[in-house]
């Protein structure tokens, strides 16, 4: 009788405790319908830093589906925000306030620089630039940031001039 309350005891403890697992989760969903995956790798294929799908069948086949740029925010969306932008594998550190003419890119070290032709390309990135030398006053466009992925709070990028990635964090005004 002991035995059978403990084993009771122990089945509805484990119960509760999926239940409880169940609840922090979506429900199941197929990643890759009608698929024979035996392996998946999620790597950028095109350079264009965003992760993609890759996957080898059983039978020896790859294949691949590239991560589509579904950008929840958009240009009409970025005028009024401030953004912390962060180098990846850099101790630099930028903020972006958008504008509805541009904006303005303030340095770690207190320098201002023209957000400038803020635009949204064919293939869903988005591009702006700064001028090279510091100053409101300045124009041109030397120094160029391509954004491969916006979401209402986070965007990832590439600055073209450094050739490193980065990610920016939206901040409360």
């Given at each position: ?34 698929e024979d995956?035996?392996?998946?790798h ?6 264009d ?5 890759v ?23 970025l ?12 101790n ?20 201002f620089?023209?957000i400038l ?28 940031y ?11 990028g ?16």
């Open positions: 009788m002991k035995t059978s309350v403990i084993t009771l005891s122990a089945l509805l403890f484990a119960g509760a405790a999926n239940a409880a697992t169940a609840e922090d989760f979506g429900v199941t969903q197929d990643l890759l319908i009608n995956v035996k392996t998946l999620i790597v950028d294929i095109n350079a830093n965003r992760k993609d799908l996957w080898v069948t059983s039978t020896g086949a790859v294949k691949y589906k590239l991560k589509n740029n579904d950008a929840l925010a958009s240009l009409e969306s005028p009024g925000t401030r953004w912390r932008l962060e180098y990846n594998g850099r630099e550190v930028k903020f972006l306030n958008f504008t509805g003419q541009g904006g303005v890119l303030e340095t770690h070290d207190d320098k620089y023209r032709d803020v635009t949204m390309s064919n293939t869903g990135t988005l591009d702006f630039c700064t001028p090279l030398n510091y100053g409101l006053d300045k124009t041109g466009c030397q120094w160029q391509s954004v491969t992925e916006i979401l209402p709070n986070v965007m990832k590439v600055d073209k001039r450094l050739n490193a990635t980065w990610v920016a964090y939206k901040l409360v005004n």
